[in-house]
Nanobody
Framework: QVTLVESGGGLVQPGGSLRLSCAAYGISSSFHTMEWYRQPPGKQRDEVARITDDGYTYYDDSVKGRFTISRDGAKNTVYLQMDSLKPGDTAVYYC?????????WGQGTQVTVRP
């Protein structure tokens, strides 16, 4: 059984930083694409950042220049470095791993930004 486990969420003040991690277990091959999504309270889940196995990255405009996605392909682990955090970044953050014929989601980790 494939599972993705996120960690690194928490409470941080505006302007602070957090680093999220997502490790995949139970899968021997590398995901083609690993992504981070977030879901603020009462809102839909939206993509934040994406990285492919050949290093292509994508960022939503709302986080561009503040967040950095990276991955360790050997460990099937993806990271999200979040700097200059704002209250609007408060959400549950989910990681997603996708191959050509399958998709797996993590259970989410809460990020709260407030004074």
């Amino acid at each position: 059984q494939v599972t993705l486990v996120e960690s690194g969420g928490g409470l941080v003040q505006p302007g602070g930083s957090l680093r999220l991690s997502c490790a995949a277990y139970g899968i021997s091959s590398s995901f083609h694409t690993m992504e981070w999504y977030r879901q603020p309270p009462g809102k839909q889940r939206d993509e934040v950042a994406r990285i492919t196995d050949d290093g292509y990255t994508y960022y939503d405009d709302s986080v561009k220049g503040r967040f950095t996605i990276s991955r360790d392909g050997a460990k099937n682990t993806v990271y999200l470095q979040m700097d200059s955090l704002k209250p609007g970044d408060t959400a549950v953050y989910y990681c997603k791993g996708a191959g050509y014929s399958y998709v797996y989601w993590g259970q989410g980790t809460q990020v709260t930004v407030r004074p």
